[in-house]
């Protein structure tokens, strides 16, 4: 069964830095797009970062210039770096890839930014 595990989330301050971790297990994530997404009270899941298989990364507007999406193959893992996070930034964060055309959603992992 296809597994996708983030982990690295957690309570922090303004300004502070995070690095997110999406591991995958029985999916080799280097030959898929990894996407992130973030959930906030109250409001829709939304899409804020990709890295493609090809290595090519787009960003949301708001997650230019502080958050990164890199990958280590190695460990079948993709990586969300964030900085100088904001209260804004809280909520639950997950990762997607997509198989076979099929869709696969990692459980998410909480982010809280206090000011």
């Known amino acids: 069964q296809v597994q996708l595990v983030e982990s690295g989330g957690g309570s922090l301050q303004v300004g502070g830095s995070l690095r997110l971790s999406c591991t995958a297990s029985r999916i080799v994530l280097s030959t898929n797009g990894v996407m992130w997404y973030r959930q906030t009270p109250g409001k829709e899941r939304e899409w804020f970062a990709v890295v493609a298989s090809g290595g090519a990364r787009n960003y949301a507007d708001s997650a230019k210039g502080r958050f990164t999406v890199f990958r280590n193959n190695e460990k079948n893992t993709v990586y969300l770096e964030m900085n100088n996070l904001e209260p804004e930034d809280t909520g639950i964060y997950y990762c997607?890839?997509?198989?076979?055309?099929?869709?696969?959603w990692g459980r998410g992992n909480q982010v809280t930014v206090s000011s």
């Open positions: 997607k890839t997509t198989n076979r055309k099929r869709k696969y």
